[in-house]
């Protein structure tokens, strides 16, 4: 099993950047898919960024691509979203969760992810 915690959210004026970090806990980790997720108020979660349990794979939603990182140091159980030329519609809870799955492409879907975390506000004003 694992415990994740987000951190890094805020308010940011547009066009500015933010770097969340989803820390974890447990031995497990290092041997997870790791996605980010949102949600804003009245819509459905949805897929941001994913990577490989290796680190060696990612894949980003495409009004992301170009805008967002995602890495990880399995050494230190932390993963990272760093976000750059932030929109107001990149408003929402930023949520991180963790796939045990042995799958052969990361899950896209939030319903394929086991361990979630509580989510860090992120509001980016015009």
């Known amino acids: 099993q694992v415990q994740l915690v987000e951190s890094g959210g805020g308010l940011v004026q547009t066009g500015g950047s933010l770097k969340l970090s989803c820390t974890a806990s447990g031995r497990s980790f290092s041997t997870y898919d790791l996605g980010w997720f949102r949600q804003a108020p009245g819509k459905e979660r949805e897929f941001v960024a994913v990577?490989?349990?290796?680190?060696?794979?990612?894949r980003y939603a495409d009004f992301v691509k170009g805008r967002f990182s995602i890495s990880r140091d399995n050494a230190l159980n932390i993963a990272y979203l760093q976000m750059n030329s932030l929109k107001p519609e990149d408003t929402a809870v930023y949520y991180c969760?963790?796939?045990?799955?042995?799958?052969?492409?990361?899950?896209?879907?939030?319903?394929?992810?086991?361990?979630w975390g509580q989510g860090t506000q992120v509001t980016v004003s015009s």
């Open positions: 990577i490989r349990w290796s680190g060696g794979t990612t």
């Open positions: 969760a963790a796939d045990p799955r042995k799958t052969l492409v990361p899950a896209l879907n939030p319903r394929e992810y086991d361990y």
